[in-house]
């Protein structure tokens, strides 16, 4: 299985959204650009949105979903405010509804990357990888989409839910070609290379994750394996340490 859940997905989108409804608009136009996501930021649909982000953000979900409801009522084709009510739905677990408003957002910004990005996550949670791998090729082929390494990690964490660990390690390293410090994907480049039996791979992604953040128990496990199968009793000692400190 691979690292990436469902709070850090919800906190992930939730920074998008915050970003989407934060950014200033231009008068520069282009063949990826949505019309529907390029309404007034203080127009009265986006200003409850941008409420309705606000109270998502406090966990009121009742305040958010009340909020982005008016949004939508003002302006039923403003593909944001369709994204941020789906995130709402999907984090309480409604599905369906989710998958409605997801659905409304792509219909009304069917090339806005963020609105591809964030659907093809839905998918992926829902276990639709095939689906969810679609929307992240949607999203990879706008030129303008300013981070496409967090895409790449994303389909990456996707195709290893379905077990594709070949084509989830291009994403990967796609992703870490652009951001060295992608995290997610250090850590599954880890798990992929001890899986393949590449130790010595396995070790390196090991010790650039460690540089960023504390190892879990997995991932100390696998690095205590690591050591071992390289013949690093030491090192491999340290790890065995830090994990009985973890249980």
Request: aromatic share 8%; net charge positive.
């Amino acid at each position: 299985m691979a690292l990436g859940g469902s709070m850090k997905a919800v906190s992930t989108l939730l920074l998008v959204l915050i970003i989407m409804v934060g950014c200033a608009q231009t008068n520069q136009r282009s063949d990826y650009d949505e019309p529907t996501n390029r309404s007034d930021p203080n127009s009265p649909a986006m200003l409850n949105v941008r409420m309705g982000v606000a109270y998502f953000e406090r966990q009121d979900f009742d305040l958010a979903i009340e909020k982005l409801k008016r949004a939508i009522s003002i302006d039923p084709k403003l593909a944001i405010a369709h994204s941020a009510l789906a995130l709402v739905y999907s984090t309480m677990g409604a599905g369906n509804e989710a998958a409605k408003h997801y659905k409304a957002s792509v219909k009304y910004a069917p090339n806005d990357p963020i609105i591809l990005n964030n659907y093809g996550t839905f998918l992926c949670q829902q276990g639709d990888y095939k689906q969810a791998l679609e929307y992240y090729q949607r999203t990879l082929a706008n030129p303008f989409y300013k981070t496409p390494e967090t895409v790449h990690e994303n389909a990456g964490v996707c195709l290893m839910k379905d077990d594709l660990f070949d084509e989830a390690e291009r994403h990967f390293r796609a992703a870490l070609a652009i951001n060295p410090e992608m995290n997610v994907a250090l850590y599954n480049m880890a798990i992929i290379s001890a899986g393949q039996d590449q130790p010595l791979k396995a070790r390196a992604f090991i010790q650039r994750l460690s540089r960023l953040q504390n190892l879990d128990e997995r991932l100390l496990t696998v690095a205590y394996q690591v050591e071992k199968k390289l013949g690093n009793d030491k090192e491999a000692k340290l790890y065995l340490s830090q994990l009985r400190k973890l249980k």
